[in-house]
């Protein structure tokens, strides 16, 4: 079955930089859509970035563009999200899931299998 994990999250002050790495097996990777979410307390799932099977196109959020940038290493069966300039608000669990098809969606329903979270902590 699919598998994803994340990894790389923690604790970073305001203005610094973390990566996320999520690393997929069960199925075969570059046919899908990889998308990151995430989840603040007490606040729904929210949508982060996507990239789209190939890796061709992406699409952001506009509380991140510009700021992270999202890319995928397929025959690595991962996918990455660089976060730089991080603000306090970015902090949440992220969240890396896999779309239904190779193109991207920014809902979480265009979604058919999610990872375990990474709790990314921005300090002011």
């Known amino acids: 079955q699919v598998q994803l994990v994340e990894s790389g999250g923690g604790l970073v002050q305001a203005g610094g930089s973390l990566r996320l790495s999520c690393a997929a097996s069960g199925r075969t990777f570059s046919r899908y859509a990889m998308g990151w979410f995430r989840q603040a307390p007490g606040k729904e799932r929210g949508f982060v970035a996507v990239i789209s099977g190939s890796g061709a196109s992406t699409y952001y959020a506009d509380s991140v563009k510009g700021r992270f940038t999202i890319s995928r290493d397929n025959a690595k069966n991962t996918v990455d999200l660089q976060m730089n300039s991080l603000k306090p608000e970015d902090t949440a669990v992220y969240y890396c899931?896999?779309?239904?098809?190779?193109?991207?969606?920014?809902?979480?329903?265009?979604?058919?299998?999610w990872g375990q979270g990474t709790q990314v902590t921005v300090s002011s």
């Open positions: 899931a896999q779309g239904a098809y190779s193109g991207g969606s920014s809902y979480s329903n265009g979604y058919e299998h």
